[in-house]
């Protein structure tokens, strides 16, 4: 079984400053992997994903991901933090196995990292 | 095109009463799923749905059961409600294909008392 570890659960920066929040995996298989943004009382809006194609994966809102096979990370990134930023960031892994996989396609969370901006 | 909608997005029961939780999509996705969130906590799969009149297990089923009688639709039933059942409830659904990005609903806040 797949499993996701969110190194931080609290990661506070300021504004313009870089953004860096980390995630291990662990998967028996090549895995797909997203990262989810949840901001207070919102539902859920997916950054980024990466399945298989570039290891470096641009996102929405300037943020990017880097799979690390050797490593097992998807660490999350952006240059300069805007107060917009403040959120709850999900990391996830899908239990899909391959393109052609009909299993049951779900996906497992980390416990979450709550980014705060300081202005 | 509405996308994955879940009715109601807010509700209170006491100890013991049932409910339905619905959520439907119109993206003629395959695959359908129920989530709960709880403080600290990312998303946990209660149950899932690969196609019409098929449902499963997920990873915390318990006090649930689902309903998949329609295509679009995907029903949650709470049939007698517990306070560990205070929660935050997503539905999701993704397509068959080789498209990977599950949508999510916007979530149905249940207080249990």
């Known amino acids: 079984a797949q499993s996701v570890t969110q190194l931080d659960s609290h990661v506070s920066v300021s504004e313009g400053t870089p953004v860096l929040l980390r995630c291990n995996y662990s998967s028996s298989y090549s895995p797909s992997l997203f990262w989810y943004v949840q901001h207070p009382n919102k539902g859920l809006q997916l950054l980024l994903k990466?399945?298989?194609?570039?290891?470096l994966v641009k996102g929405i809102n300037g943020f990017e991901a880097e799979f690390k096979k050797s490593e097992t990370s998807f660490h999350l990134t952006k240059p300069s933090a805007h107060m917009s930023d403040a959120a709850e960031y999900f990391c996830v892994v899908s239990d899909r196995r391959s393109k052609t996989d009909t299993g049951r396609r779900a996906l497992t969370f980390g416990s979450g990292t709550r980014l705060q901006v300081q202005p | 095109n509405a996308g994955v909608t879940q009715t109601p997005k807010f509700r209170v029961l006491k100890t013991g009463q049932s409910m339905t939780l619905l959520c439907a999509q119109d993206?003629?996705?395959?695959?359908m799923y129920w989530y709960r969130q709880d403080p600290g906590m990312g998303l946990r799969l209660i149950h899932y749905s690969v196609g019409e009149g098929t449902t499963a297990k997920g990873e915390v089923p318990d006090g649930y059961n689902v309903s998949r009688l329609k295509k679009q639709n995907f029903l949650l039933g709470l049939e007698s409600a517990a306070p560990s059942q205070t929660s935050v409830y997503f539905c999701?659904?993704?397509?068959?294909?080789?498209?990977?990005?599950?949508?999510f609903g916007p979530g149905t806040r249940l207080l249990v008392l």
């Open positions: 999701a659904s993704i397509s068959a294909g080789e498209e990977e990005t599950q949508y």
């Open positions: 993206m003629n996705h395959e695959y």
């Open positions: 990466y399945t298989s194609a570039a290891t």
